[in-house]
């Protein structure tokens, strides 16, 4: 077991970034170059890790930036595309003919068309794609980012057609000795289904209550009256959209398995949610806009949120027509991720850019670019294109303008994916990885109590790693093992282990790349640490939720399940009534 100082030292990475750019709220790019120097001088001289594994984990890092660049430029050229075709227009009117409240307009882009992304691509792709979206149906960009991101929790665990449990949870667990003890007779892919209907059942307890958190928080922020009551006004239809999500959510995890809760529950989602709103269906009589335009704090425009309409000359597009590029972009993402031959031809090695053993170090390095959300996006952009007859400078205009929006996204992810690839690659003869020795740490301190940490390693993973996979993919054994240590057994563990998922899903709502990734696709930058500090309210509440619950199903003791319950009055009591706390997590 490491010293008390070897763990506090494995927290530098961690504080760095916390310190520089939530508190002191520094550049994203100033934060993570401080960032990156300090994790690698950590790794070097603390921990002893070799140079050419540092140097094989940057270059990692800068091969994944810039696969999260491509996705990036994939998700404003679409945008820019709709804008210079006259699409983004319809899409505007055809959401103000479903509701003018901009309330149901966040449930509905935000909630459910981006856990329908989620659950077909997921890697930060939704708030890349929701995030533009709403900045075009009049929404402030950083009023945009936020609810993207916070709706970048419940959808998460089965993003990518189930991708951090399938791959993430069972890469942790499959073939490992204490697990086939622990678990035996049962089958191991039998004992993952069992923690994937975990999963689903503790989200859907805990994430019901996100789309009324996120109405709260837009309300409150971003709100003439500044005030979270405004947003909950609206708390019946928030609780339905909720519910229409993670019902069938549940039912889909519990019957059919990871692969599709959470594009299937979208679908279902919407279905029921968008004809309810229309109907006006539980939606109050006075409606929640934006103050004017020209009353907007400078905080919350993005390059974005200064397009001129160039078409308000033209007549309007008809809806289904200007809709078309995204159903196309969800009909590519699901035949790319659920067709066998497909999937296989676009993830082959003879389409892969491939960089093995880097310096030495058994570090390798994989682009798989056929198979990235960024090329979905982009020949969605050049069907747009075509179908709705544009001009080739109109197009170009688009490209370009696309081209210089991410080139101000690089930067902050070209050192902070790096510092995390360092982060997570320090293990040396002598001492475990940094983020391994911190769980470690925390476990012998608390010990019993467990259960209630467990999110909170998840999300630390998912923060770091910007991945719920990755997190899930280091932790999910060291989660067993703790659990088994303090006496649960094979059903216990698994709980702990969802658990484990459950945090890593909330930690995205925090993640630095997803913060810069979805500020930069509506040219918002500088501002990462305003919006992690907004965000962290729902991480804080999902986190200590889901470890309330988490006890609650592994006591069987009503007093957890009270307690539950309790906190989540304490949590929507204070959000309205302490205005003053708010203010001080969101402002400089």
Not at 186 to 201: G, N, P, R, S, T
Not at 239 to 256: C, D, Q, S
Not at 323 to 335: E, Q, R, T
Not at 477 to 502: D, E, K, N, R
């Amino acid at each position: 077991m490491p010293g008390t100082f070897t763990i506090i030292l494995a927290t530098l990475p961690i504080a760095t970034v916390f310190l520089l750019l939530v508190v002191l709220a520094r550049s994203a790019k100033f934060s993570m170059f401080v960032a990156y120097l300090v994790t690698t001088a950590t790794a070097l001289l603390v921990w002893g890790t070799e140079l050419n594994k540092v140097l094989g984990a940057t270059v990692n890092g800068v091969v994944t930036a810039v696969s999260l660049l491509y996705i990036v430029f994939g998700a404003i050229l679409m945008l820019y595309t709709l804008e210079e075709s006259g699409g983004i227009r319809s899409i505007r009117r055809g959401f103000t003919s479903i509701s003018p409240d901009r309330r149901v307009q966040a449930i509905i882009i935000a909630w459910l068309f981006g856990s329908l992304i989620e659950g077909a691509s997921g890697f930060g792709t939704p708030a890349a794609i929701a995030a533009p979206l709403l900045v075009a149906v009049g929404f402030p960009a950083m009023a945009a980012v936020m609810v993207s991101l916070i709706i970048q929790s419940t959808p998460v665990s089965f993003g990518a057609v189930g991708t951090p449990i399938l791959v993430g949870v069972r890469t942790g667990l499959v073939d490992q000795p204490l697990v086939e003890q622990t678990i035996a007779p049962m089958a191991f892919h039998d004992y993952l289904m069992q923690i994937a209907a975990k999963v689903a059942m503790i989200h859907g307890l805990v994430g019901f209550l996100i789309p009324l958190i996120l109405v709260g928080m837009l309300t409150r922020f971003f709100g003439t009256n500044r005030s979270f009551v405004e947003g909950f006004r609206i708390w019946k239809f928030a609780l339905f959209a909720g519910l229409a999500f993670t019902v069938p959510y549940w039912i889909i995890a519990a019957t059919l398995g990871p692969e599709f809760p959470s594009l299937l529950g979208g679908i279902i989602g919407l279905l029921i949610v968008v004809p309810a709103a229309k109907r006006g269906f539980l939606i109050p009589k006075e409606t929640f806009d934006f103050p004017p335009r020209n009353q907007w704090d400078e905080a919350w425009v993005g390059k974005l949120d200064d397009l001129e309409d160039h078409n308000a000359h033209k007549p309007l597009m008809p809806l289904l027509k200007a809709w078309a590029p995204y159903v196309v972009v969800v009909i590519l993402l699901v035949l790319t991720r659920t067709i066998a031959p497909i999937k296989g031809f676009l993830v082959s090695p003879a389409v892969t850019i491939a960089l093995d053993d880097l310096f030495g170090s058994g570090i390798n390095a994989r682009v798989q670019l056929l198979y990235l959300p960024g090329t979905v996006l982009i020949l969605a952009s050049l069907f747009t294109y075509f179908y709705h007859g544009m001009k080739a400078s109109d197009y170009g205009k688009a490209l370009r303008s696309s081209g210089s929006t991410m080139m101000a996204a690089a930067p902050a992810l070209l050192l902070a994916v790096p510092m995390v690839q360092v982060f997570l690659n320090s293990a040396s003869d002598t001492l475990a990885s940094m983020p391994i020795v911190l769980a470690e740490g925390v476990s012998s301190a608390v010990g019993q109590a467990w259960p209630m940490f467990a999110p909170w390693i998840g999300a630390m993973g998912a923060f770091v790693a910007g991945s719920n996979t990755i997190s899930n993919m280091m932790f999910s054994l060291f989660q067993f093992s703790t659990a088994t240590s303090i006496g649960l057994g094979a059903a216990g563990a698994g709980t702990v282990v969802a658990l484990q998922a459950i945090g890593g899903a909330a930690g995205n709502m925090i993640c630095v790349h997803n913060v810069v990734a979805a500020s930069a696709t509506v040219g918002l930058t500088d501002r990462e640490g305003e919006l992690i500090r907004k965000t962290l309210i729902p991480m804080a509440y999902y986190c200590i939720q889901g470890g309330l619950i988490g006890f609650a199903l592994l006591t069987g003791n009503l007093v957890w399940w009270a307690a539950a319950a309790i906190w989540v009055a304490v949590v929507l009591l204070v959000m309205s009534r302490n205005r003053g706390h708010a203010a001080v997590l969101a402002t400089n």
